[in-house]
């Protein structure tokens, strides 16, 4: 069964870096990887699911998947098998990034560490100092994590 892969998207790091920084539309096709097929796919509603028509519709829909015992890969993964039901195949992983990312932005901590970027920008794979509350933070893929 296939699951989720990071490195499977085709998406270029700029494109990605401006659809987390700029303002969510309603538009689904604003999110990478949903064009005019998986955008009616997408807002196809049935008795299962009522569909999706808008990007905060999409994300919300990714947030109502997350539960206290999902970690990062578990939410993303069923993210991804839900865009699977829906019909999803082109760009599935692409749409996956891109709303976790997005989500991530808005809500730090949501994947299961805390977001911090004021640290070295340009080290990665490393570990800083602890702070005054204990945490240490880890710098992976770019982001800084907080291990408690």
């Not at 499977?8 to 538009?27: G, H, P, T, W």
């Not at 997350?66 to 760009?91: C, P």
């Not at 976790?100 to 911090?116: A, F, N, Q, W, Y």
């Given at each position: 069964?296939?699951?989720?892969n990071p490195?499977a998207s085709n998406i ?7 659809f ?11 999110v990478p990887?949903?064009g ?6 997408l ?10 028509v808008?990007?905060w519709?999409?994300?919300g829909?990714?947030l ?9 890969d578990?939410?993303k993964n069923?993210f991804?098998f839900y ?7 082109a760009g ?7 709303i ?10 949501i994947?299961g560490?805390?977001r911090l970027?004021?640290?070295?920008e ?5 570990i800083a100092?602890?702070?005054?509350n204990?945490?240490k ?9 907080g291990?408690y």
């Amino acid at each position: 069964m296939s699951q989720y892969n990071p490195d499977a998207s085709n998406i270029k790091q700029s494109s990605l870096d401006a659809f987390v920084q700029s303002d969510i539309v309603a538009e689904l096709t604003s999110v990478p990887g949903i064009g005019p097929a998986n955008k009616e796919l997408l807002e196809f509603a049935d008795d299962q699911d009522s569909g999706c028509v808008t990007t905060w519709q999409l994300i919300g829909k990714y947030l109502s998947l997350k539960t206290e015992d999902f970690n990062a890969d578990d939410l993303k993964n069923a993210f991804y098998f839900y865009l699977q039901q829906k019909g999803v195949k082109a760009g599935r992983n692409t749409i996956v990034l891109a709303i976790s990312e997005k989500v991530d932005s808005m809500m730090p901590g949501i994947h299961g560490g805390t977001r911090l970027e004021t640290l070295d920008e340009n080290a990665d794979n490393q570990i800083a100092d602890e702070n005054d509350n204990g945490a240490k933070w880890q710098k992976t893929s770019g982001k800084w994590w907080g291990i408690y």
